[in-house]
């Protein structure tokens, strides 16, 4: 399987625009990587690029040692002639053809035989459980056929890349649940080199075997989904992966700075003056809350606190909290045994506490001292 | 992390080729711009040249002033500004032309939203009886050509003035006088009888999908019925209020077949008329100054439209999906309203057409016996009354005329419908890049024009040798350019909106399939676009075969169509033929109609029925 790189490509459109901005990227051969994003981050552009439906205002992709579009030496393969996959997110079946007719097109163009076209949409409707519908127009499927159909389609002529741009974002939760585990089964079968577009942090934490956080046209962290859930590179990182978001503190806003202040001093972060910290997150499952009795003395640090509000969502419960004057968020997986307006105290283990600088860069270790109790 | 930003080198000779060479693979594989560039030049050249060419025209001498004015043919001037602005004959040519279009335009704008208004809201609101069968029925007068009622008045009510035989009335023992017969009355009672349903479709859809909800809203907050009217619903409607009476009036402007029938015989001139007769008397200067001026007030009124149109965007996407609502009884008003309603169908469709068709087998028009009646206009080898011409069907001058119609209309509507779709495909392929906002600017550019000054245009470019291009005039082809051109707005709506709704991802599918360009065309897009582009066809095809604004200055002799033929015979008084032609073009009409309603699966009123 191939691997695809880009190096230092940016995509323009118009004067104003900047889609991608000096993006240089490895998707490993075999890999399955989520590009992952808020919408107009850039995402989808590279995905098109890489397909060959966007020239690159500047910059190189290459597929292995083939140079698939160059800005300096002038080459360019047209995506007919990448031979790779493409599902979209409107799925774009054609509705004038069956899906015998949608899955044995791309055969078609390579020339292949009619009964070997027949007989290779036979194996794609087994592979993708989707036996039955080949005399069926794609109005007349589901949802979820029509996404089978799609990922049939591009899967026909055995491509060793696989696109995704959002394929899962028309489906409804329980399909979509359903079509990850198809994914993520399909890859393992078939091993294919696999971009896949998605703003949804929840997608690509679980289907991902690396996501590529991208803003702003920029790459903000390559790494495997637990790594970016675990060690954000940055702020931007920190709050989009992740649901409920990232409490983030900063010493900057004034209802912020007491609890930050405080939290930093018994980190043995006495101050910002000694530090370059300027941001501090705590992931809301990192927040313990205590009452009464279930108080502990051994934590590193701990506040009084009042609970705002508590939303059920059945498997788990989301706190809001007041906190000296701030606002947080906590996750719990029992039953809290308090309700709303009542007084708790709130503990953070140290490992779990995440520091940013001036710039939203992550701080590994601030300090020895910080650092051998982050280390802890 | 690749967060630093870095400075691009200046481009030397050899990364600026290999960037052109670059461009150019792209084209190969990609030949939509190829495509959209061909697209720029040819509708340059065929919408803004024509005009630009008439604007000239009206500064400059024209050739066959030369001799008597002494001056080159070309020269600079402001003699035709001078003669049609500030003469004595100015006031004739066109200040008084100006005032009383003005005048009839205004009249024909305010009936048709009263009596449209009302016969919306009465179908689309209230328990009035018929309703289903009403919507459709009181379409019809909107897709018969606008004249057919100046033809059918005059068959009802044409006195001793005009030669040939009498007009119903006259018969019937009641001699008409010249204002009922002929001029400004007649003018404004069949212009509005064809352009009231305009604003019956336009404000019956604005009303059915005005959300039943707001009104609702303001019932709960205890607003009275007239105080939700004036407060909530008005508001709401306006937009759709002001382009009914702006398009109304608009279209009243350049509207040529219905003044000219019946205002010629008393010589009540309005613009159109009088540019053509200033073109047929031999000063196209002055006829290129009134249709300057027509395009002018054209352009201006359709701007205004679509300003307020933008202003008002803010809350009419607001506008929900109508919902349920309670119908409104009209309890001891329904049969009042009722017949007021069955009245308007009748009136405007069943006494024209029923006129024309009584006309054709009468022997004198309005003598009710059965020894009057008569098949000579439609069969006989020569007819009596009408030397030298024999019956309809058999008539080489209307078969002629039909074939005509049929290979002009078909032909430019094929091309506008194609041309169109190619349109939309650019437009969308090519986004937000200045060739597509080029491409969907100029193709809308004709709508604003007036049909006439359109056509006058035309003359200005192509009366004479220019370049490679010969003369056209007299020629089938210019017919069939103007004609495409002047349709190419609605077929570029309908193909932009065909493929926006279509979207780009269905041919990128196919591309990463591996289908080049043609093969993507003939495989996914056109198969996909073929009802829609069926019907950027078949619409400028009817529009076509009614068409008489746009080509009564191009017909010649050997381009006679089926519409001029119809002024050729009521220009020699032989009404019964004419009469017969109306119907003929009527008939073909209904069943192209008729064939677009199959195709679309909803019928023209589909927004009023609901």
């Known amino acids: 399987m191939p691997q695809i790189q880009l190096e230092r490509v940016s995509k323009r459109f118009g004067q104003s625009v900047l889609a991608v901005d000096d ?3 490895v998707f490993p051969s075999g890999h399955f990587v989520c590009l992952l994003g808020p919408s107009g981050c850039g995402k989808s552009t590279t995905l098109r690029m890489v397909a060959g439906l966007e020239l690159p205002t500047s910059g190189e992709i290459r597929m292995d040692g083939r140079v698939l579009s160059s800005g300096s030496s002038g080459r360019f393969v047209p995506p007919e002639k990448r031979g790779m996959g493409l599902v979209f997110q409107s799925y774009a079946l054609w509705p004038h053809m069956t899906v015998a ?9 390579r020339g292949w035989k009619p009964d070997q076209r027949r007989q290779r949409v036979r194996e794609l409707q087994e592979l993708l459980r989707i036996g039955g519908l080949e005399e069926r127009y794609p109005l007349q499927l589901s949802g979820g056929q029509q996404q089978r159909v799609a990922l049939a389609r591009m899967l026909a002529v055995n491509p060793d890349v696989l696109l995704l741009d959002e394929p ?21 079968q078939l091993g294919n080199t696999i971009i896949f577009v998605t703003h949804d942090q929840l997608e690509a934490m679980t289907i991902a075997t690396e996501i590529a956080v991208m803003h702003e046209g920029r790459l903000q962290q390559f790494a495997p989904p637990l790594e970016v859930y675990r060690q954000p590179a940055n702020l931007f990182v920190a709050e989009f992966v992740g649901s409920p978001s990232m409490n983030l503190f900063s010493l900057d806003e004034a209802a912020d700075a007491s609890l930050a202040r405080s939290m930093l ?11 370059r910290v300027k941001t501090i997150g705590l992931r809301p499952e990192a927040i313990r809350i205590m009452v009464g009795e279930t108080y502990q003395q051994d934590v590193a640090w701990s506040s009084p606190a009042t609970v705002e509000t508590i939303l059920p969502t059945g498997a788990e419960w989301i706190v809001r909290l007041q906190v000296c004057e701030s606002v947080a968020f906590a996750r719990m997986v029992e039953e809290p045994c308090f309700g709303s307006q009542a007084s708790v105290a709130i503990a953070v283990d140290p490992a779990d506490v995440h520091l940013f600088d001036l710039e939203g860069v992550r701080l590994a270790s601030a300090t020895p001292g910080a650092g051998a109790r982050l280390a802890g | 992390m690749s967060t630093v930003a870095h400075a691009q080198p200046a481009p030397d000779l050899r990364t600026t080729l290999l960037r052109a060479w670059h461009r150019l693979g792209y084209l190969r594989y990609e030949p939509t711009a190829a495509v959209a560039g061909l697209l720029v030049v040819v509708l340059s050249y065929l919408v803004l040249a024509p005009i630009g060419a008439m604007v000239l025209d009206t500064v400059r001498v024209q050739f066959r002033d030369s001799a008597t004015a002494g001056l080159r043919a070309g020269a600079l001037t402001t003699y035709y ?6 003469s004595g004959v100015s006031g004739t040519l066109l200040w008084g032309p100006l005032v009383q279009t003005l005048i009839v335009a205004v009249a024909v704008a305010a009936i048709s939203l009263v009596l449209g208004s009302l016969l919306a809201w009465l179908v689309v609101r209230t328990d009035l009886p018929g309703r289903r069968w009403l919507a459709p029925a009181l379409i019809i007068p909107y897709i018969l050509p606008s004249w057919t009622f100046a033809v059918a008045w005059l068959s009802l009510f044409k006195n001793r003035r005009l030669a040939g035989l009498p007009g119903f009335a006259e018969s019937l023992g009641f001699s008409p006088p010249d204002w009922l017969a002929y001029g400004a009355l007649p003018i404004i009672i069949c212009e509005a009888l064809h352009s009231f349903p305009f604003a019956f479709l336009l404000f019956g859809s604005a009303l059915r999908s005005l959300d039943g909800q707001l009104e609702e809203s303001g019932q709960i907050l205890g607003a009275s019925r007239p105080v939700i009217l004036r407060r909530i619903v008005l508001p709401l409607l306006l937009p759709a209020l002001m382009s009914a009476v702006l398009l109304t009036f608009s279209r009243t402007v350049g509207s040529f077949g219905t003044p000219y029938i019946l205002g010629s015989p008393v ?3 309005l613009l159109p008329t009088s540019l053509y007769g200033n073109f047929k008397a031999g000063s196209p200067g002055v006829a290129a100054v009134l249709a300057v001026v027509m395009i002018v007030l054209g352009v201006s009124l359709v701007a205004l439209d679509i300003y307020f149109l933008r202003e008002h965007r803010r809350f009419v996407t607001l506008g929900g999906k109508g919902g349920t609502r309670r119908t409104i009884r009209l309890g001891a008003w329904r049969p009042v309203f009722a017949a007021l309603a069955t009245l308007a169908f009748v009136v405007a469709t069943v006494v024209p057409l029923g006129t024309l068709a009584l006309a054709t087998l009468m022997k004198r028009p309005g003598v009710f016996s059965l020894d009057n009646l008569t098949a000579e206009f439609w069969l006989a080898t020569t007819i009596p009354i009408n030397p030298g011409q024999s019956g309809l069907l058999r008539n080489a001058a209307v078969l002629d005329a039909a074939w005509n119609s049929m290979r002009i209309a078909g032909s430019a509507a094929l091309a506008c419908g194609l041309i169109g779709m190619f349109v939309g495909y650019s437009v969308v392929r090519l986004p937000n890049s200045r060739i597509s906002h080029f491409l969907r600017h100029v193709s809308f550019l004709p709508y604003l024009v007036p049909s006439i000054g359109f056509a006058a245009a035309y003359l200005s470019l192509f009366a004479l040798q220019r370049g490679p291009i010969p003369a056209l005039y007299g020629s089938m082809l210019l017919v069939v350019i103007v004609m495409g051109v002047k349709y190419l707005p609605y077929a570029s709506r309908a193909g932009i909106s065909a493929m926006m709704q279509l979207g780009n991802e269905p041919e990128e599918a196919a591309m ?3 289908a080049p360009w043609h093969k993507r065309l003939a495989r996914i897009v056109i198969p996909i676009q073929k009802s829609a582009l069926m019907l950027g066809i078949l619409l400028p095809f009817i529009s076509g075969m009614k068409e008489l604004s746009l080509v009564v200055m191009l017909a010649t002799p050997g381009t006679e169509l089926l519409t001029t033929q119809v002024l050729r015979y009521t220009d020699y008084g032989y009404s ?6 109306v119907l003929v073009i009527v008939a073909l009409i209904f069943a192209l109609t008729f064939m677009v309603q199959r195709l679309t699966g909803s019928g023209l009123a589909a927004e009023v029925e609901g």
């Open chain 2, 512 to 514: 990463i399939c591996g």
């Open chain 2, 81 to 86: 500004l001078d003669r049609a602005l500030l």
């Open chain 1, 23 to 25: 993006l240089s990227l």
């Open chain 1, 101 to 109: 007719q949608n899955i044995s097109f791309g055969l078609e163009m």
């Open chain 2, 576 to 581: 019964q033929l004419s009469n017969a032609v």
């Open chain 1, 168 to 188: 899962l974002s028309n489906l409804d939760a329980r399909l979509r649940l359903e079509m990850r585990a198809e994914l993520k089964r399909l890859h393992e």
């Open chain 2, 267 to 269: 010589r009540y001139t």
């Open chain 1, 265 to 275: 001093a018994s980190l043995g972060l006495e101050s910002d003056r000694h530090t």
